[in-house]
């Protein structure tokens, strides 16, 4: 199925003509037909050939007053019917709709010069020239014109021609399985439910698929699917269809939110985000700046928000620019959504553009920073395939971004192999560029500590930690698993807790050899019940530095004031499987007999065996995981 949005100016003959092209009447409501003019949307249906394709109308709202409502009919439709009445020609609201199909994007278009009948056929041409000669410049420019008359049929048939043709160039909307229906009517029927509307994109829908409704989070099941008012089993992106969902309060759901799927659950596929830097143009005319009674039009939805241009500067139609949008509530958008910006107060559409980041990082401060923004998010805004938008939101992410948020925020499926130029380290993803100049200051640390510490068999984590914040990375956390990627991949060496780089052989020093043999020794001596820690350091002649090494290398573990052999704590664990398998969870006293030691020594090592995950504690009883 096609779908297609009408377009024009009110009373322009919008819904007459789709009554001619379909036998199906628009205007929903009573008032509606009194009046004369489609107030809400309106959806018609019909084959535009014997035996043809079926397509489906969106009658959208012509009145200034309704412009909200034709962007909630326009925002999910790529092909447009321009409807311009030959005896008004072009007028205001003629003007504002192709504004906002072209910010939209809506390349694919069909012109109908409607009342011709009435009119006349020079003025209907004289007509159709002057929309010709105003679509130049837009994205609608080329697009064939026909005269008709639908009341008394003339040029229809040549408009139903025209549109097949147009829509076969029109290239069927991709099956990425993250589907997005912004809905643009919910409803309840008795006995079924809630019910809501909207043109799929992005995946598919089948009756029993978990969705999502967002930004609430809400969860739900796809009861029914009704497309061109029959029950159907699946539906496919770009369809028009309605959706009855089970779980769901009517008054949970409206026009503005999104059904979505995608990830387990459906929600976890797509980015909720109120703040957004995008690329903005202004219309002739028009500026975008700080002030302002501002509406963000994305989808069927309509939030408020404030403006902010990322240098400073208003946006006009000669000086496009970014603009950071802060919107009001919500929305699940992802990088190169469309989107029109409207003045409320004036009742007025200022411009548009598309989404370049929708979870920019904090606020950016001084005229470096500002510049400096402005060149990630031209190199997101050219990259021409997900993999290359998403390399680049990582850079414009500061090098650290969730991996599955950044798919996200590009439409990735959570399975998408990793694109070049771009590494994992734990669940964050960073540029590999960032990595190699990270990797070069912890190696030049690890040297730096092995030329200063001959003896030591290598330096901390956070010590190495430390040189690859010092060279970029934002955060320590990241830090710390960058240094355990290097050295799973040699280009450091473990020991234990310390870190070395792969050449490094701790230089031989006999006399501390045997101090720490004695050391070793006395620990060795009654495993569970060792001395403390400085006391043995003492006796062996240790100073705090050697004995801290040891803790670094592994070869001792500290716990409290004590010390234990990596082996005795091996032995302690394999007594408490064996005092489990006896007794089921365990008290603190029972372990302390098990190892037939001390409290002193038993509560340390027990606390220890916690820390590391071995046990589990539940403030009386322990066991083992």
């Known amino acids: 199925m096609r779908v297609v949005a009408t377009a024009g100016h009110v009373d322009h003959g919008k819904s007459t003509l789709l009554r001619t092209l379909t036998g199906m009447e628009p205007d929903r409501w009573a008032e509606e037909r009194a009046r004369g003019l489609t107030i809400d949307l309106g959806f018609v249906w019909g084959a535009l050939e014997p035996g043809g394709e079926v397509v489906a109308f969106v009658d959208v709202p012509g009145h200034e007053r309704f412009v909200g409502n034709m962007l909630a009919g326009a925002g999910a439709v790529r092909l447009a019917l321009f409807v311009v009445a030959a005896d008004d020609g072009w007028s205001a609201q003629s003007q504002e709709h192709l504004d906002i199909l072209d910010l939209l994007g809506v390349a694919g278009a069909v012109v109908a010069i409607t009342k011709s009948g009435l009119a006349g056929e020079d003025r209907a041409l004289e007509v159709a020239a002057d929309v010709e000669e105003r679509l130049t410049g837009t994205s609608l420019a080329g697009a064939p014109i026909v005269v008709t008359d639908a009341l008394a049929g003339t040029g229809v048939d040549e ?155 208003p946006v006009t139609a000669d000086r496009p620019g970014y603009v950071r949008l802060v919107l009001a509530t919500p929305l699940p958008v992802q990088t190169g959504d469309r989107f029109v910006l409207r003045d409320a107060g004036r009742r007025a559409t200022v411009g548009g553009g598309r989404i370049v980041d929708p979870r920019p990082p904090g606020r950016v401060r001084g005229v470096d920073q500002r510049l400096g923004r402005t060149e990630l998010l031209d190199a997101v805004r050219d990259a021409d395939d997900p993999g290359g938008r998403l390399a680049a939101l990582v850079g414009a992410w500061e090098d650290a971004a969730p991996l599955p948020d950044v798919r996200a925020a590009v439409g990735e499926r959570p399975d998408a192999p990793l694109p070049d130029g771009v590494v994992r380290v734990a669940g964050v993803l960073t540029r590999t560029s960032a990595l190699a100049r990270w990797r070069s200051a912890v190696v030049t640390a690890a040297r730096a500590h092995h030329e200063a510490t001959p003896a030591s068999p290598g330096a901390g984590r956070d010590e190495l930690a430390g040189a690859a914040v010092g060279a970029g990375c934002p955060t320590v956390e990241l830090a710390r698993d960058a240094v355990d990627l290097l050295a799973g991949a040699g280009t450091l060496r473990r020991h234990g807790t310390a870190y070395a780089l792969p050449e490094h052989a701790p230089a031989v020093d006999e006399a501390l050899a045997e101090r720490r043999e004695r050391f070793l020794a006395l620990l060795g001596g009654e495993p569970l019940s060792p001395p403390k820690l400085a006391d043995a350091a003492k006796e062996a002649g240790l100073d705090p530095g050697e004995t801290q090494r040891l803790v670094q290398a592994g070869e001792v573990v500290r716990a409290g004031d004590l010390a234990f052999l990596p082996a005795a704590v091996d032995d302690a664990v394999a007594r408490l499987r064996q005092l489990q398998d006896q007794v089921g969870p365990f008290t603190a006293a029972q372990a302390k007999e098990a190892w037939a030691t001390t409290r002193r020594a038993a509560i340390p090592l027990l606390e220890l065996l916690d820390r590391r995950g071995v046990t589990t504690f539940d403030g009386q009883l322990r066991r083992l995981r």
């Open 159 to 313: 408009l139903r021609r025209v549109l097949a043709e147009r829509l076969a160039d029109v290239p069927a909307p991709p099956d990425e399985r993250r589907a997005r229906l912004w809905i643009d009517r919910s409803f309840t029927i008795a006995g079924a439910g809630t019910v809501v509307t909207g043109t799929l994109a992005g995946g598919g829908l089948a009756v029993g698929d978990d969705v999502a409704l967002l930004p609430s989070g809400i969860s739900a099941r796809v009861r029914g699917l009704q497309s061109l008012g029959a029950s159907v089993g699946t539906v496919r992106p770009g369809d028009r269809v309605a959706v009855n969902l089970s779980g769901v309060d009517r008054d949970d759901v409206g026009r503005g939110d999104a059904l979505v799927t995608g990830g387990q659950p459906p929600a976890s596929a797509w980015l909720v985000s109120d703040t957004l830097d995008t690329e903005v143009r202004a219309l002739p005319g028009q500026v975008v700046d700080r002030p302002g009674a501002w509406h963000l039009h994305v989808g069927s939805a309509e939030v408020r928000c404030s403006v902010h241009p990322l240098l400073g500067e």
